[in-house]
């Protein structure tokens, strides 16, 4: 298992230098120059130190070549419209989506598959019926239904602050306590309606998995055994339906990353989302290259874990 | 214990004890107690209090301001900006302020400030100011005369390209007579002088700033985090999210009575949401659809200020790429003057701002001193604007769009985030469509747009000027003189007669004289149509029903924000939290 | 012989017997009929501005319908219209996507190999990247952009999650006994992709289309949310819902209608891709977005 870890990490640095590259040139490529408008907020000094290290008035190659070490070494370059180094903006937003993601993907997650097993186990008309609202849910925007929440929970009835991720001027005057319950309420919406959005695909593709599970041989084998439904359910089908569920795991980060773009600009919380967002609408360009690339690290890191879950989960594939 | 901490027990435990938060169960036992240590308590407070005793209630206060955009400098000399100048004027003081009808000729009117008297010398060409011995910068030290030849000469430092350079030409230099005498000199004795020194000259240290070499002044870190003299001083200040001011409480007149003010860049429906709700004291350009539900609410009001500004269509004579050769389309007077005349001004306006929207009627503002209505714009008259776009070249092909030598009638419209100027842009480009001229608009964030204007990257662009109470302010953007590197001409209009007609209106002494002066000027810059004059920006803010509100200037409203109160019947929790600033 | 499992019925009386498939089928084909009929539907054009002095923010009536917006268009001429465009967008890119994509996977699944692992490497790159941010990044810095630039970048960007099913069904495909059985009997490469295969793994990709094309309908319409869609005057759905968020707190009708569109769009086509998937591909895995 280890040398397949190994191995999985290798493809994965050389993927992301992959992505790093594709970053570096989709966007060097955009019309407009990038670096024409970030004369306010740098020092001389600073612009200089750039100048040397990615060498803007060099050819494109070396350029590249110098994007990369400096990349390799974490140093992304200047974010003008920050008024600070890229490195140090994305050390601020990325715990912040992280947050949110994590939270909403357990959730989704726990729901979803929850459901899924419910539906493939119970079918009949709870099935149906929690199918159309699920297809409901998937069809639905993004965004009109943060927006929804938004509208219904911040202004109809002012249960929650109005986005943000806390109070953006008063929250370092409050007491530990009071900031802590300060955080947990301006997580609740976000959260909320990203899990939302998302559950209905985990839940949709948990019941298929289901479905293919129950018939198989060795559940009736086992009901045949005298094994109590329930068990069989939660415990044998699910266990089998689960390696699929990771690999979909893995394949949903992306998605459920862009989805999280959305809802951090409904509810103007400061993530990578927000980020990226801010940094195509001010030409930022170094920027907007190491969103992607950090966008990218991160689903590459998140099927890393899944795939060692699978690992674990499936013994078939530890040899 | 020190002095810090026991200031803050102190007035946390004075606002305790005169206004409790809630009722106390066992109030009897307490009671006494709480009298004898309060007896004690006070008694040390009294006494540890410093700076000249405030009249009237106690101070106090955290207000929050949402605002339309976020500082691009705090630092005077290079401060353009509608948040900056907000900022500036509460950490910086001038030496005299103007008066709330802005008189700007002579010096009736204008008040006190870091000089507590002046003198004229017989002849005009010089004024002696007294600085106030009391005037501490916020480190301490004092302020003296070799600070306001300093703030003078950074201002006039070509290295360091002061967008107010150009509007104090007149002053020549300042010498220190003694530490708290600086004589101002002037080139010529103009109506003006006075205010050109009062109003456009803001003093700051030379003890802080006299090291840095003027051409990496800007982006020093002491220029980011300022040291003045006002009533509010700097706490910090995280680009994009909060700006914190605090009372200065040993300022030479008088603290603040507020304690706080946190400034927050919002968008304009996040910002009403949040006043509405109680979360916010104060949000900048509201949604004019929803200012009913501002005059219903208990928690806040609305209110249009105006604000000195006006917006226009301004359209860039010279090709965006190539600076130096005529625009395809907007190099040709006839072309812009047709253009402008296939917009319906009137009906944009009503569209837009329904009845609470001020036209504009050339390059000034509603309420401005100088204006002049009655000057002549190009009217609305689409067969004209057809006509003379024909007799131009631009003949109308098939698709209904122009065209002339091959090049379509085609330019981009540049426009922020701001709602009605993006309502504005989809009405013109719907307007100029049925002239036959194709508009693509190009919506971009507020810096990307400054930022293009002053690089004069722009076919056209939806831009909003701001002006002085004086008309020497129309220099820095109608004049020759402002096309410098940091000028605000950003559409690079230069017309001699301009010049020579806005000069002469700023030496003349008759203010009949100077406002045909002017209005000739004005006429001149119609004639010329760089820009289609849309509206005035008449802001809606909204504002916290607790506050009280000081006189509001008609040129900036926040003149007297550290005379802004809260009565201590109405505080709220954040109110309370005193003086200490949080920890970084 | 082209390998194909016999099943009962025709595809068409199979579908046909589930309601959900039924109205779905309904719904598309009218929204198609409206995309591609088009102008003489439209009682406005939809960026004509009729009064925008007294038609601001009106609401639904005899004579509107739907309302009109802030500058007094005709809400339900620019849904109408509407229709073409997202449509117009989804079908370009699904087309695009499908097409490239199938080659691509043919190609590394039946070539195998060294060629199959890095063009399978270069995927994987493409596929981490999450596809909103490389979609906003390109679609705001090559800004203003026709909607056909806008179409094309959604399907250039979509590709790789056919090609990974596609890829996937071809190496299964490859050893299968009816393949062996035409190369053995001289057929050419092209042939036997083209004749053999294709038909084959041909079901999992259609179910893969029809579910594509309600999600790039969501794709559009929120990257018009976000401001990095079709520019004005292009009215996609989720650019007349972008153009509503100013004035939606008066006037609910402007983000209602274009909202309901994409939502009922996006509901029948993903209905319609269910039914098919039951119905063409029972045993297949369920694809993902």
Not at chain 2, 150 to 175: E, Q, R, Y
Not at chain 2, 450 to 465: E, G, P, S, T
């Amino acid at each position: 298992m280890y040398r397949r870890l190994v191995a999985r990490l290798g493809q994965s640095i050389v993927v992301a230098f992959i992505v790093a590259t594709i970053a570096f040139f989709v966007v060097r490529d955009a019309p407009g120059d990038p670096f024409s408008y970030e004369a306010r907020s740098l020092s001389p000094g600073v612009r200089e130190q750039l100048r040397k290290q990615f060498g803007y008035d060099q050819p494109v190659l070396i350029q590249y070549l110098r994007y990369l070490s400096n990349v390799a070494r974490g140093n992304f370059g200047w974010s003008f419209t920050k008024g600070t180094f890229v490195s140090a903006a994305l050390a601020e937003a990325i715990p912040r989506t992280l947050l949110l993601a994590s939270v909403a993907l357990a959730l989704s997650f726990a729901i979803g598959v929850a459901l899924g097993v419910m539906q493939a186990a119970r079918g009949g008309w709870f099935d149906r019926v929690s199918s159309g609202i699920l297809l409901f849910f998937y069809s639905l925007p993004d965004f009109w239904g943060a927006l929804m929440i938004l509208t219904v929970f911040t202004s109809w009835w002012q249960l929650f602050p109005a986005g943000n991720i806390v109070d953006p001027t008063l929250h370092e005057y409050m007491p530990p306590w009071g900031a802590f319950v300060d955080r947990v309420k301006h997580l609740v919406l976000p959260v909320a309606s990203l899990t939302i959005l998302s559950l209905a695909g985990v839940a949709r593709y948990q019941r298929a998995a289901m479905l293919e599970v129950l018939p198989s041989e060795f559940i009736r084998a086992a009901r045949a055994k005298g094994v109590s439904e329930r068990a069989l359910v939660w415990r044998h089908a699910l266990r089998n339906a689960a390696t699929p569920m990771v690999t979909i795991l893995g394949l949903m980060l992306p998605a459920f990353l862009g989805g999280t773009v959305f809802i951090e600009k409904v509810f103007s919380w400061p993530g990578l989302g927000s980020l990226a967002t801010g940094a195509v609408e001010g030409r930022d360009y170094d920027l907007v290259t190491a969103t992607i690339v950090v966008g990218a690290v991160i689903v590459l890191i998140g099927n890393l874990l899944a795939d060692l879950l699978h690992a674990a989960i499936d013994p078939r594939v530890r040899e | 214990m020190d002095l810090a901490t026991l200031r803050k027990l102190c007035s946390n435990f004075r606002n305790d004890l005169l206004f409790p938060r809630f009722p106390r169960p066992n109030f009897p036992m307490r009671s006494s107690r709480l009298l004898i240590g309060s007896v004690a308590l006070l008694a040390a407070c009294t006494s540890k209090e410093s700076g000249p005793a405030v009249s009237g209630a106690p101070s106090g206060g955290t207000l929050i301001f949402s605002l339309a955009g976020d500082a691009v400098s705090l630092f005077p000399p290079s401060v353009v900006d509608a948040t900056g100048r907000l900022v500036q004027d509460q950490i910086f003081d001038r030496l005299a302020e103007i008066g709330p009808d802005l008189v700007t000729v002579g010096d009736k009117g204008f008040s006190p400030r870091l000089a507590q008297k002046w003198t004229w010398a017989p002849d005009s060409m010089s004024i002696a100011f007294s600085i106030d011995p009391r005037a501490r910068w916020h480190d301490g030290k004092p302020v003296t005369a070799s600070d306001v030849r300093f703030s003078l000469k950074i201002v006039k430092d070509s290295a360091f390209a002061s967008p107010v350079a150009p509007v104090i030409t007149n002053l020549d230099s300042v010498h220190v007579r003694d530490s708290l005498t600086a004589v101002v000199w002037f080139k010529k004795h103009t109506p003006e002088q006075f205010y050109d020194v009062a109003y456009q000259l803001v003093i700051i240290p030379e003890h802080v700033y006299g090291g840095i070499p003027a051409d990496q002044m800007r982006t020093a870190p002491a220029a980011s985090a300022p040291i003045g003299s006002g009533r509010f001083r700097f706490v910090r200040w995280v680009p994009g999210t909060r700006l914190e001011l605090i009372a200065d409480t040993n300022n030479y007149r008088g603290r603040a009575k507020l304690d706080r003010i946190i400034i927050t860049p919002t968008a304009a429906a996040t910002a009403q949401t949040q006043l509405l709700t109680g979360q916010s004291d104060l949000g900048e350009n509201l949604p004019l659809d929803r200012l009913s539900e501002l005059d219903t609410s208990s928690v806040a009001r609305g209110m249009l200020l105006p604000n000195f500004a006006y917006l226009f269509m301004g359209m860039n004579p010279y090709d965006a790429k190539n600076k130096t050769s005529p625009h395809a389309i907007f190099g040709d007077v006839r072309t812009r003057r047709a253009l402008s005349m296939a917009v319906d001004r009137v009906a944009m306006l009503k569209n837009v701002f329904g009845d609470k929207g001020h036209l504009s009627h050339g390059p000034f503002p509603f309420g401005v001193g100088f204006g002049d209505t009655t000057l002549h714009l190009p009217p609305y008259d689409t067969t004209t604007a057809k006509t003379m776009l024909d007799s131009s070249g631009w003949r109308v092909g098939a698709g209904g769009m122009r065209a002339k030598n091959g090049r379509p009638l085609r330019f981009s419209l540049i426009v922020n985030q701001s709602q009605p100027r993006r309502q504005y842009a989809v009405l013109i480009q719907e307007q100029l469509r049925r002239i036959g001229a194709q508009v693509d608009i190009d919506q971009t964030d507020q810096n990307t747009m400054v930022a293009r204007a002053n690089k004069h990257d722009f076919d056209a662009i939806l831009y909003a000027f701001n002006t002085d109470p004086s008309p020497s302010g129309l220099l820095q953007n109608w004049g020759t003189a402002g096309m410098g590197a940091d000028g605000q001409n950003i559409l690079r209009y230069s017309n001699k007669r301009v010049d020579a007609l806005l000069d002469s209106a700023a030496a003349s002494f008759d203010g009949a004289k100077m406002k045909s002066y002017v209005s000739q000027a004005f006429q001149a810059i119609v004639d010329d149509a760089p820009a289609v004059f849309l509206y005035d920006l008449t802001v809606v803010y909204g504002v916290n029903r607790r506050i009280t509100l000081a006189p509001m200037r008609a040129d900036e409203w926040w003149a007297n924000l550290a005379d802004w109160s809260i009565p201590p019947d109405k505080r709220i929790p954040r109110d309370r939290i005193g003086l200490t600033p949080a920890k970084p | 012989m082209t390998g194909r499992v016999p099943r009962s019925g025709s595809l068409a009386s199979r579908l046909l017997r589930r309601p959900a498939a039924r109205w779905s089928l309904v719904v598309i084909a009218l929204l198609v009929l409206a995309a591609v009929v088009g102008p003489p539907l439209w009682k406005y054009s939809p960026t004509e501005q009729p009064n925008i002095v007294g038609l601001k923010n009106a609401p639904p009536s005899h004579a509107h319908p739907f309302g009109t917006d802030a500058v007094s268009r005709d809400l339900l001429s620019r849904v109408l219209s509407g229709a073409r465009i997202s449509l117009g967008i989804s079908a370009l890119a699904v087309a695009l996507a499908v097409t490239v994509g199938t080659a691509y996977g043919l190609v590394a699944g039946y070539v195998g190999g060294r060629l199959d692992t890095s063009m399978m490497r270069i995927l994987d790159a493409f596929l981490s990247i999450p596809r909103v941010l490389l979609l906003i990044a390109l679609a705001t810095l090559w800004k203003p952009m026709p909607f056909w630039e806008v179409a094309i970048l959604i399907g250039a960007t979509g590709w790789l999650g056919v090609s990974r099913l596609v890829r996937a069904e071809t190496l299964a495909m490859r050893h299968a006994t009816f393949v062996e059985a035409a190369q053995a009997l001289g057929a050419s490469t092209p042939r036997t992709l083209w004749r053999h295969i294709l038909p084959n793994i041909a079901a999992p990709v259609i179910v893969f289309a029809t579910l594509a094309v309600g999600n790039v309908i969501l794709l559009e319409s929120g990257l018009s949310y976000l401001g990095a869609g079709t520019s004005p005057p292009t009215a996609s759905w989720g650019a007349i819902f972008y153009d509503g968020m100013d004035s939606s707190s008066s006037a609910w009708w402007v983000l209602l209608f274009p909202g309901m569109a994409i939502l009922v769009t996006v509901l029948a086509f993903n209905t319609l891709g269910d039914a098919l998937r039951d119905v063409l591909d029972p045993r297949g895995s369920p694809t993902t977005r």
